[in-house]
């Protein structure tokens, strides 16, 4: 068919010729064997070429001039990046203006050709295989297999220097070469982790295209969520974590990705991040087990690790792993240790009220630890705890709401004033708290 229309539009037009070999046009000179013929028609066709572009390329009217760019193109090919770079618009204008669909689809072939020989003559495979692989997509879309591999072949020279665009035709078209059952539902997910290294790269140091890699990042995003479920990921994530149990930055990715979606569940992420934490101990490492082994209920297991997280340099984060480690503390009942860990979170913000709710908690639920027959004793823990809801509530506002609340609770706990009048007692006096608490409070007797 391709042969058939060739011979049908070098009847027509001096359009196509066959093209010479790689080999015969590395032997050519620059300006090929012709340089005055070749400089000639360059000057000719670029003059008229740079009038038609400023008129932003009106349909046919490059065609007086196109056997000048053609000339070009056969016989002197290495003369002029602008040969190849003009050549796009020249040939598309062809193609918009096709008489019949076998013109326009040999036009499509010469474009392709047309970008091999950039490649050929010019280098820079990478970038012009990923016009050529957009092109093909917008004028071919059917041929997902051939645009894929243009793609992919671009992204592999590229890499962090592929375009957005390139990034979100190659996972369209991975996905829907899924979808036409050519290729496995596993490749979706590597193609989904070889294009984020590459936009999260981008969006990371490439200020000038940031908001592009954003936008795409978005956009590859929304097209992976159908296939971004567990089910899929860890069955995928297990072979290569069985495979290779010591490559860290492939146990970095799979605890990504299990975490992203989602999957911090799983044994599998489990397994990951004590693997990861075994070959590359960091303070973040060690915060990440923490927490996991906190939800788990691992309590012990989770100081263990948190011990080690309160060195990360991000102070809000080593604010929460010792105010995870408080409440692992309350639960084991050791609150002297629980308050030591509520206080260091609140000593790295001051600002967070709720480090000392959580003590002032700690001091209402010690009846148990602290029992007294004596009313005065037995109240005197509910001072305190109001001491440290309202300290909570001048610190951060927005804790007031649960500051109130706990303190209209414990102050049902205060004794009475009669109680405190036979210990001989005066109301607004300074008293020692003894136990675990060892506080200074204010005497206060309970409202009726």
């Known amino acids: 068919m391709k042969t058939r229309v060739l011979i049908l539009l070098l009847a027509i037009f001096p359009l196509i010729s066959i093209a010479q070999t790689d080999q015969n046009i590395k032997d050519l000179p620059k300006y090929g064997n012709d340089s005055v013929q070749c400089i000639t028609n360059l000057s000719l066709y670029r003059e008229y070429f740079k009038q038609w572009k400023q008129n932003r390329y009106p349909k046919g009217e490059f065609d007086a001039y196109y056997h000048n760019w053609k000339w070009v193109y056969d016989n002197c090919p290495k003369a002029s990046l602008n040969t190849y770079v003009d050549g796009v618009n020249i040939i598309y204008d062809k193609i918009n203006n096709a008489a019949t669909e076998e013109i326009k689809e040999a036009y499509i072939d010469s474009l392709m050709m047309l970008y091999d020989q950039r490649i050929l003559c010019f280098g820079d495979k990478g970038n012009v295989l990923s016009r050529k692989g957009l092109d093909l997509l917008r004028l071919r879309p059917g041929n997902a297999q051939e645009i894929y591999n243009i793609l992919d072949e671009s ?129 973040e490492s060690a915060y990440m087990l923490g927490t996991m082994m906190y939800k788990d209920g691992k309590y012990q297991e989770t100081i263990k690790y948190l011990n080690e997280a309160v060195n990360m340099k991000d102070p809000g984060k080593a604010a929460n792993a010792h105010y995870m480690m408080a409440d692992c503390y309350r639960l084991l009942e050791n609150f002297p240790k629980a308050r030591e860990e509520a206080y260091k979170a609140y000593e790295l913000d001051k600002t967070n009220g709720e480090p000392l709710i959580f003590i002032g908690e700690l001091y209402g639920q010690s009846n148990k630890l602290c029992p007294s027959s004596n009313p005065v004793e037995a109240g005197c823990i509910y001072w305190v705890a109001v001491d440290m809801f309202n300290q909570a509530k001048r610190v951060d506002p927005s804790q007031a709401e649960r500051a109130n609340k706990n303190i209209a609770l414990y102050s049902q706990y205060f004794p009475n004033a009669e109680a405190i009048f036979y210990s001989e007692l005066m109301e607004g006096d300074d008293y020692e708290v003894g136990c675990w608490i060892n506080k200074t409070t204010k005497i206060r007797a309970l409202k009726k």
């Open 155 to 283: 992204i592999n020279i590229q890499k962090n220097k592929t375009t957005d665009a390139t990034i979100d035709a190659y996972f369209r078209t991975t996905v829907q070469l899924y979808r036409d059952e050519v290729f496995p539902k596993e490749l979706i997910i590597e193609n989904y982790e070889k294009v984020s290294e590459i936009i999260d790269y981008n969006i990371n140091n490439n200020v000038k295209e940031k908001d592009k890699y954003i936008n795409v990042k978005s956009s590859v995003e929304s097209v992976f969520e159908p296939f971004a479920n567990c089910e899929d990921l860890i069955p995928l994530y297990e072979k290569k974590f069985a495979e290779s149990p010591d490559d860290i930055p492939l146990l970095e990715k799979i605890s990504s990705m299990l975490a992203i979606k989602g999957c911090t569940g799983s044994k599998l992420f489990h397994d990951v991040s004590v693997k990861y934490h075994q070959l590359n101990p960091s303070p």
